[in-house]
């Protein structure tokens, strides 16, 4: 049956005492001409729509919901919570009703199924406790100021806004744990499509625009850095070894060359070498990968080629001196604290700087 506790989710009706009938439209809130706070409800569509009234909703029954109750059972809390810091409890407690109901059933939507039956229990446990908390603070507006107890009152709002503030960090931190639960769930080719979406899209939105300078319907940009920023884009792939993101890339462009009188970027540019860069990369990785790390000690401590990693890192037993930590960044070692170890790109120069900074005859 249609009631007050359910109207706000619900969008299609029909006559209680007729459910063979076609189901009509039901518009919640749709008149506000009654005074500020106060609403109306519309049922039918068009000229044919009327106003409902709350006496009303036991001739109707729900024939379309928006989406589930999930907090239907809380209405009581969330008006109560209410009851000493406004004469309008019961619609801020339905205004918040809706607003949480709506934004609970948009994250359910985003996680898989396994998911959802966890976080709409923890969601309610956090709400509820939200709405425990707020249910204490009063106001002297809605009490009266006689021997109002102001210290009091401080406390349980505070305590309410710690309360809220853990119920949304909570919310954030369990979004991104689902975020990356789906994230384990995808396969490599799942992820690598993905990734070329966001590349293609990238790259025809610059295209356009160096296409749109060239043409004269643009004014007042630097093609020559539009040209720049998509070659370091692509050259970043190419140094992470993504030789197929790379190969599309540049494929990519060789279409947009063939559609534009001129070339979007020419065929002696250095980006179409990128290729030879990605492969050069992974090549060097397959060959490193599973390599056992070599490490020589010295005096307070050791350095370690980490071939996986591809960097040449120093760990020291105890934290350095201010001078030797001076000394390691004039010659570009960076401090890693997932390595907790000084470390740079594994090359013939990186071993040279360290040998130099430790003072040692050789490495």
Known sequence: MLTKQNAHRVTMVRRKDDPTSAPVPFRWR??????????????GEGDEARIIK????????????????????????????HSWSSQNPDIIGEDEITMYERELHEDLQTMPEERREQYLTNYKSHLSGVWASESRVASAFVTGPAKFNYRRNEKAENAYRNKYEAFRQWRERALKAVERYKESLKTDEQRAEELWTKVLADIDSTVETIHSLDMGKERGYSRAIFVSNLFGRIATHAKNGNVEIVDRAVARIREWNAKCSKPIITE?????????????????AEETAGRENREVAFEGGKVVWNYEADRLQILFDAMPSEEMRSKLKMRAFKWSPRFQAWQRQLTDNAVDAARQVLNLQKL
């Open 54 to 81: 709350l006496h009303e909703f036991g001739e109707w029954e729900v024939a379309e919901v928006s989406h589930p109750g999930y907090l239907e059972s809380f209405w009581n809390a969330a008006c109560g919570a």
């Open 268 to 284: 002696r540019h250095s980006f179409f070498k990128l290729p030879d860069v990605a492969r050069s990369v992974r090549q060097k």
């Open 30 to 43: 749709g008149d506000r001409r009654i005074g500020i706070g106060c609403f109306n409800h519309l049922i």
